[in-house]
């Protein structure tokens, strides 16, 4: 069993930074690539960064690439997502999951289906 606790959510204006952390119960969550996907009001949930559980495989949707950092802190049981140059088209509930079914893997999934726990999200608001 895994738990996630999402924090670090807020209100930025547009062009200021956020950093998010998920911060995972269980000894095991070394073993398993953590995602981070967001939902904006009316809109379907999107994948926005993945890492696998060595750190070594990483990707970020394009609309992301060059702002937002993906990393984890193994002895610390928590991913974050730091968040630069915000746009107000970022804003969203932002969620992390972790996949358990693939342990020590390369593999990064970008598809919420792939995900068997999630947290329940922390609101991040740009405004304009």
């Known amino acids: 069993q895994v738990q996630l606790v999402e924090s670090g959510g807020g209100l930025v204006q547009a062009g200021g930074s956020l950093r998010l952390s998920c911060a995972a119960s269980g000894r095991t969550f070394r073993n398993y690539a953590m995602g981070w996907f967001r939902q904006a009001p009316g809109k379907e949930r999107e994948f926005v960064a993945v890492?696998?559980?060595?750190?070594?495989?990483?990707y970020y949707q394009d609309s992301v690439k060059g702002r937002f950092t993906i990393s984890r802190d193994n002895a610390k049981n928590t991913v974050y997502l730091q968040m630069n140059s915000l746009k107000p088209e970022d804003t969203a509930v932002y969620s992390c999951a972790a996949d358990s079914t693939r342990i020590l893997s390369d593999y990064a999934p970008t598809s919420g289906y792939e995900y068997d726990y999630w947290g329940q999200g922390t609101q991040v608001t740009v405004s304009s």
């Open positions: 890492i696998n559980w060595s750190g070594r495989k990483i």
